[in-house]
């Protein structure tokens, strides 16, 4: 069964910078795409960004494109989220999924998700 479980949240200054880490395990990590999505409160969750398999491709969220980068290591079984210069809008809680069918940015498309890691942003 494949479990994801998100790190690397926490509080930080408008301006600042955030690593997010997503562990990947029970399957092999380099046949799966995986997708970085947030949900702010009172609020439906929302694509930020997805890279392939082998991470070739990668692909925003308007919102977030340029203040964020997704990178992976398959030989570490993680992807991550680089996001700076970050907003109070970006406060959210930030999950990551995993599917092996495309590289989506549809929810409904990613077949495994984690438990979420909360990133705050201070004005």
């Known amino acids: 069964q494949v479990q994801l479980v998100e790190s690397g949240g926490g509080l930080v200054q408008a301006g600042g910078s955030l690593r997010l880490s997503c562990a990947f395990s029970?399957?092999?990590?380099?046949?799966?795409?995986m997708g970085w999505f947030r949900q702010a409160p009172g609020k439906e969750r929302e694509f930020v960004g997805k890279?392939?398999?082998?991470?070739?491709?990668?692909d925003y969220a308007d919102l977030v494109k340029g203040r964020c980068t997704i990178s992976r290591d398959n030989a570490k079984n993680t992807v991550y989220l680089q996001m700076d210069s970050l907003k109070p809008e970006d406060t959210a809680v930030y999950f990551c999924?995993?599917?092996?069918?495309?590289?989506?940015?549809?929810?409904?498309?990613?077949?495994?998700w984690g438990q979420g890691t909360q990133v705050t942003v201070s004005s």
């Open positions: 890279i392939s398999w082998s991470g070739r491709t990668t």
């Open positions: 999924a995993a599917q092996r069918t495309s590289v989506s940015y549809r929810l409904d498309e990613y077949n495994y």
């Open positions: 029970g399957s092999t990590f380099s046949s799966y795409n």
